[in-house]
């Protein structure tokens, strides 16, 4: 996506947050809940792996009261990421799947593009991860300079929204899953500040 079009996502994304929170009419985002869930299935499905344990005690020092704090800040699309907007013929963005809205993060809602650029950046193709990589580092400058954020708040979201993504190993099990979910939170730790 050119300069042009990140910045229309960025003006797109912005006027959604800036309706008024009673806009969204529908319940907040449960950052805490997702949190939990997440963080039992990894201390489920690690067992007693120790340098799986490891990666997951570093992470959770940093989420677990991160996540229990959050609150919502505005109306947000609270399931963000590359998948959730359509560019048209005429180079306007759609944002899609919008069954989410409602009181949110304008933050978090860029954290969970970023996690999963990162993701597939990592994880991804050959293809998919030159593009998600490029773009990666595009959109974060951009929304920090676009919106004044502290590049610590956008990293610990991202960080939260890498952490839930990591179930993809999990839910979609392949044989390399143990070591993909380790290389899964470890890429959290690396994204913590």
């Not at 997440?38 to 991160?66: C, I, K, Y």
């Not at 580092?137 to 929204?161: K, S, T, Y």
């Amino acid at each position: 996506m050119a300069q042009g079009g990140l910045q229309l996502l960025l003006d797109g994304l912005e006027s959604l947050w800036a309706l008024p929170q009673e806009a969204g009419g529908c319940r907040s985002f449960d950052l805490h809940g997702a949190y939990r869930r997440v963080e039992r299935t990894f201390r489920h499905v690690l067992g007693d792996h120790d340098e799986g344990r490891r990666a997951l005690e570093a992470a959770t020092r940093v989420l677990r009261p991160f996540a229990e704090s959050w609150q919502p800040t505005a109306i947000a699309h609270n399931d963000f990421y590359d998948d959730q907007m359509i560019v048209q013929p005429d180079g306007r963005i759609a944002l899609v799947d919008l069954e989410e809205v409602g009181p949110g993060d304008p933050l978090l809602d860029v954290g969970n593009f970023l996690a999963h650029l990162r993701w597939a950046d990592r994880f991804g193709t050959k293809r998919t991860t030159d593009a998600s990589g490029a773009y990666y580092h595009r959109l974060r400058e951009a929304a920090l300079d676009c919106f004044a954020w502290d590049e610590r708040e956008l990293a610990l979201r991202e960080a939260v929204c890498i952490f839930r993504v990591c179930t993809n190993t999990i839910r979609r099990p392949k044989p390399d899953w143990h070591t993909n979910t380790i290389a899964g939170l470890e890429l959290v730790n690396e994204t913590l500040p």
